[in-house]
């Protein structure tokens, strides 16, 4: 929604030394003006996306971020965002470092604890974090600048206006300087009224735009970061949890808990909703109680369902086109397999629950919905409920949920002491969220060299959205214009990312979602990873249908020069169309979302058709203004390794209630050895104009379809069933 103007008013915090915000003030539009920049529907879709939803629902508390300057010139920002191994401390680093004109060394990123007051606007997700922090912390940093040039103007006696800021510094036309530590206190002094702040031009930057290791790198890699477990939380004990057999199995009854409860190092028995916990002196005492626990299970949600069950109800679901079409057509039907989140670090919590409040220590996303649910699980008020977001170890998703920091509170609460709770990785791949399979139904019929109609009608295990997006859907549903949210919260993020970029005549997409009770959630991507790799497929059968090449026909029905600028990059970086020795083959896709765009070109060996690999990837990729080339490149790998990965052999086999898969060795997402050693990754450089999009979601779909399109070329097959290759070549871990 357009506003006329935009202004902002600084305002300090209480504190010795620099400590500002700026709040946001929005003045208002005639109301013909601002209807008129509203879209209707059915356009409404095309034009909105859910990270535009978002950033209008935290808007009214967008800027409520604090930040510091001490006496050591070191500049500190509290960030309502989780780092999850994404880059997202770096890239703010620099935006602050930029706009304070500060070496990067000296800038300092924690992560802000639960803050209610935030409301809608501490979730991290939906590649929104960049998109929603881009202005409110370069307006915070600016406001510190603008406070530390004014106490050096008023301590020299010169006009704010003659004086320059740079290396941390403010400096006089006389050559003069002030050390930003040297002017914080000052800065701080409420007598400095009057100011205006200017944020730097986008032509200006030094920093921003330039490629950047990460600023928690050399700690990653030597060991230094701190993670959950890593925290020394006194009297934290070590705990684990015997969990059911079947997705949501329950307890019946414990046959030898007084057992348990002799063995070497353990300390308490305490059963949860979730299975039996075990609390004892170390892990390794906590995993042998709970390996000898001899449980009574009650039934799960599941029980008895298998894949071909699941798929059957799928199928059944996503609606059969139901007419004979009257012109030339090609109907495809696909299935996407249950996929785990598999981060490296599995999920943990720390929690300290006493009989009148309660702290946490967890890796979350979504803290401001933990800190509520923990609050009504302990019958604390939520006041009295710290949460703690701590960096974690990877999310892909996962971390939108608070399975672990919840479990952690209900056995610290019973046990009476401090608890430090480990899944296993067992229990992470068969009791943790998953992506939900999905089956897709599409057809697209063709006359006189134009795609007439493109439908595709999806059918999907329900999503569980129960970490915070729900609620600021449902909460912004009256603001949003007509066409969004009025559907359900999966329909409305559904419209909102899978969205086709081709001029292909009437196209729908749909989503049915099946109501199974399972351990769903988010994955990278959501829909659009299946949604949209199903689609480039399609795309490549229809270019073979018109007899073009898939490069040439998708330039011709892409909607926007910028769209093809991305393909043509990828195309010409890539060498598309050279000659390939059998068994080998490229493939191309293209996908756009969250105002970022991006192509892939892939180069496959399958002269096993079993054991293919893919061996040369080249990425393009346009997302506005990019912050950090450096981090957008990992972003861009990672996606496409997750889309290597599930494409051709990582999944999960459901099998009676549970997930078959139970370790890495057996969910076979790629080695190194399954990855291309020949990558390249094209960052577009920024219009003058443009404002970064979002990038954490961007690089599976694109993926997802030039290698199955690779595949299919090399092999000679439509591959209609994913992951490609998906035996079963292990013997599962006991239930």
């Known amino acids: 929604m357009a506003v006329a103007r935009r202004r902002f008013l600084t305002y300090l915090v209480a504190a010795p030394t620099l400590t500002v915000a700026a709040q946001l003030v929005m003045d208002a539009v005639a109301p013909a003006t601002a209807s008129a920049v509203i879209p209707t529907a059915p356009a409404i879709a095309d034009l909105v996306d859910l990270g535009d939803i978002l950033i209008l629902a935290g808007l009214p508390t967008s800027d409520m971020l604090v930040l ?9 920002l509290g960030l309502p965002r989780e780092e999850v191994g994404q880059g997202l401390t770096t890239a703010i680093a620099m935006l602050v470092a930029e706009e304070l004109d500060l070496p990067l060394t000296d800038v300092r990123i924690e992560l802000d604890d639960a803050r209610p007051e935030l409301l809608f606007d501490q979730l991290t997700g939906s590649s929104n974090s960049i998109r929603s ?21 008023a301590r020299w006696g010169l006009a704010a206006g003659k004086l320059t800021t740079g290396n941390g510094s403010v400096v006089a036309p006389d050559g003069r300087t002030a050390s930003y530590g040297s002017l914080s206190v000052a800065a701080a002094d409420a007598s400095l009224t009057g100011l205006t702040v200017t944020l730097k031009a986008e032509s200006q930057h030094t920093l921003v735009g330039t490629p950047t290791s990460r600023i ?21 004990k070590p705990c684990m949890v015997r969990r059911p057999p079947t997705v949501n199995g329950t307890v019946k009854s414990v046959a030898n808990e007084a057992a348990i409860r002799a063995m070497p190092g353990v300390l308490d028995v305490v059963v949860i909703p979730t299975g039996v916990a075990v609390v004892a002196e170390t892990f390794g005492q906590a995993l042998a109680g709970k390996d000898a626990l001899e449980v009574a299970w009650g039934p799960g949600t599941i029980d008895g369902l298998s894949d ?10 996503a609606p059969s086109f139901s007419f004979l079409a009257l012109t030339k057509h090609i109907d495809a039907e696909f299935d996407f397999a249950f996929v785990s989140h598999a981060p490296l670090e599995t999920n943990s919590a720390v929690a300290d629950v006493r009989s009148d409040h309660a702290t946490i220590w967890s890796g979350l996303k979504s803290p401001i919905v933990a800190q509520q649910t923990i609050a009504a699980e302990l019958g604390l008020p ?11 170890g990877g999310s892909f998703g996962r971390r939108l949920f608070f399975d672990a920091a919840l479990e952690a509170a209900q056995v610290s609460k019973a046990s009476g002491r401090p608890i430090r709770l480990m899944w296993s990785r067992i229990d992470d791949m068969r009791h943790g969220r998953m992506r939900p399979a999905t089956h897709h139904k599409l057809r697209a019929t063709y006359a006189l060299g134009q795609v007439l109609t493109f439908e595709h009608r999806v059918a999907a ?22 066409g969004l949210g009025n559907e359900t919260i999966a329909q409305t993020l559904f419209l909102t990312t899978v969205k086709s970029p081709y001029n292909f005549g009437v196209t729908t997409q749909t989503l049915t979602e099946v109501p199974l009770t399972m351990h769903t959630g988010s994955w990278r991507s959501v829909y659009s990873a299946n949604a949209r790799g199903a689609e480039e497929i399609l795309v490549d059968e229809l270019a073979t249908a018109f007899g073009k090449d898939p490069l040439s026909f998708r330039r011709t029905f892409l909607k926007s020069d910028a769209q093809r600028a991305v393909l043509d990059k990828a195309a010409a970086a890539g060498n598309w169309g050279r000659t390939m020795p059998p068994g080998h083959a490229q493939g191309i896709a293209f996908h756009e979302e969250y105002k970022s ?6 180069e496959i060996d399958a002269t096993d058709p079993k054991a293919p690999r893919v061996t040369k990837a080249v990425v393009a990729v346009d997302v506005g203004r990019p912050i950090n080339p450096r981090g957008l490149e990992a972003q861009m790998l990672g996606g496409l390794t997750d889309a290597i990965s599930t494409t051709l052999r990582a999944g999960l086999h459901i099998d009676k209630g549970l997930p078959l ?10 080695r190194q050895k399954n990855s291309p050693t020949d990558v390249q990754v094209i960052v577009l450089p920024p219009a003058a104009d443009a404002e970064p999009g979002g990038a954490g979601e961007l690089g599976v779909p694109a993926a997802v379809g030039a290698i199955a399109n690779a595949y299919a070329r090399a092999t000679g097959t439509h591959p209609r069933t994913f992951p490609i290759n998906f035996d079963v070549d292990f013997t599962p871990f006991p239930r």
């Open 68 to 76: 510091a300057v001490g006496e050591d010139g070191t500049a500190t």
């Open 133 to 153: 922090l881009y202005d409110p912390v370069r307006r915070a940093a600016a406001a510190a600048r603008v406070r530390l040039v004014a106490a050096a103007a």
């Open 216 to 236: 928690d790198a050399r700690k990653i890699v030597t060991g230094r970061q701190e993670y959950t477990l890593d925290l020394d939380i006194p009297g934290a």
């Open 308 to 317: 071909d069950g699941i798929r059957t109800k799928l199928k059944a679901a």
């Open 382 to 392: 939520e006041d009295k409920v710290t949460v703690h977001v701590v960096q974690a």
């Open 461 to 482: 295990v329900e999503t569980d959205f129960r970490h915070g997006l729900g609620e600021i859907l449902t909460a912004m549903a009256a603001k949003l214009p007509t």
């Open 597 to 602: 765009r991006t192509a892939c070109l892939v």
């Open 661 to 670: 898969e139970g370790s890495y060795s057996q969910f076979h997402y790629a």
